[in-house]
């Protein structure tokens, strides 16, 4: 504030000492100071209000949009000049002021709005993040499964996952096509997906964008999430084991959450005891299946007369498959 009325006093004392050296009135003088300052008031908090709204990457393209367009339209003008045209001379201006407005003005538009898809802005000013990484490593493009499955929201509240999350328009569709279902389980899926979107949407410290990227020739959403990927140089995050497959065969990055909460379980080893609750039957004769607070599957052998109780058990082995962690223990009082 106090650089602005520096900047202030000297252009009204520059617009006084100017006037009063060309013999001006001082009425004169007073108003061209007004004026001054009045003009450079404005001007400063135009700079200031531009600075903090639009990037510099966004202020860039719209100056080499603008350059380009008013090219263009200097060379469409040129070339309407040179036609035989029976057109008085001030229609003549009339219409070329307009092929230069509307004309730059499409091509400055065009660059802000597609700034992030134009290779040339890209290697002048690479887009940045919070973090300030290029665009290409930080975004994550999230699939259907995960944002149904809701835990995506709870992982980017703890700042283990930084940079954007792309919400592609495809999966935004699908989710609205599993929430319109006639089953009501598809149902009540798709409107958690789009509730969870809408949590993390409106939650500040989590940056969501929206992407209207497609794929028209592509018909199946893993697919088009694929190349997708690949475009924008990002990761996938999901939880579907086939997506995960197909997408480190293609050399894209992929983060799964399951694999997240896998390793995130407890260790447990041969000869640890535990408590446990047997819910069920197991597939041999004599089994029976309990689950640990983080759904981790015990397999009890021996356990079948125990059903519906909780024992103690003693760990025997620890198998660990992609669909996640069985245990296998023994009846600690056998």
Not at 219 to 246: C, G, H, P, Q, R
Not at 292 to 303: C, I, K, Q, R, S
């Amino acid at each position: 504030m106090i650089a602005i009325f520096r900047i202030l006093f000297i252009l009204t004392s520059v617009m006084f000492t100017c006037l009063y050296y060309i013999n001006v009135s001082l009425q004169a003088v007073l108003i061209g100071g007004i004026v001054a300052a009045f003009v450079a008031l404005v001007t400063i908090i135009v700079i200031e209000y531009v600075s903090h709204t639009f990037s510099a990457r966004l202020l860039l393209s719209a100056i080499i949009g603008l350059i380009i367009g008013l090219f263009l339209a200097h060379m469409m003008t040129l070339a309407f000049s040179s036609l035989p045209l029976a057109i008085s001379q001030s229609h003549a201006t009339v219409i070329r002021a307009l092929v230069y407005h509307i004309v730059g003005f499409a091509i400055m538009l065009f660059f802000v709005i597609n700034n992030e898809d134009i290779a040339l802005l890209n290697k002048i000013i690479p887009e940045k993040t919070e973090g300030g990484k290029e665009n290409g490593g930080s975004y994550k493009i999230l699939d259907t499964s995960v944002i149904i499955d809701g835990r995506i929201a709870d992982i980017c509240d703890t700042g283990f996952i930084e940079g954007i999350l792309v919400i592609p328009n495809f999966v935004l569709n699908e989710l609205q096509m599993i929430a319109d279902s006639a089953d009501s389980i598809k149902r009540n899926r798709g409107r958690r997906g789009l509730d969870i979107l809408n949590k993390m949407q409106k939650d500040q410290s989590i940056m969501v964008k929206i992407s209207d990227m497609d794929f028209p020739e592509i018909s199946e959403v893993d697919a088009k999430l694929v190349k997708l990927a690949k475009v924008m140089k990002a990761v996938i995050i999901t939880n579907d084991f086939n997506l995960n497959k197909v997408a480190e065969f293609h050399g894209v990055h992929v983060l799964n959450i399951n694999q997240l909460s896998n390793a995130l379980k407890p260790i447990v080893l041969p000869g640890e005891e535990m408590n446990v609750s047997l819910i069920k039957e197991g597939k041999d004769q004599n089994q029976a299946i309990g689950y640990l607070d983080d759904g981790t599957m015990v397999v009890v052998e021996n356990g079948r007369r125990r059903l519906n109780h909780e024992v103690d058990v003693t760990v025997t082995s620890v198998l660990q498959t992609t669909a996640g962690r069985m245990i296998f223990a023994r009846l600690k009082e056998d």
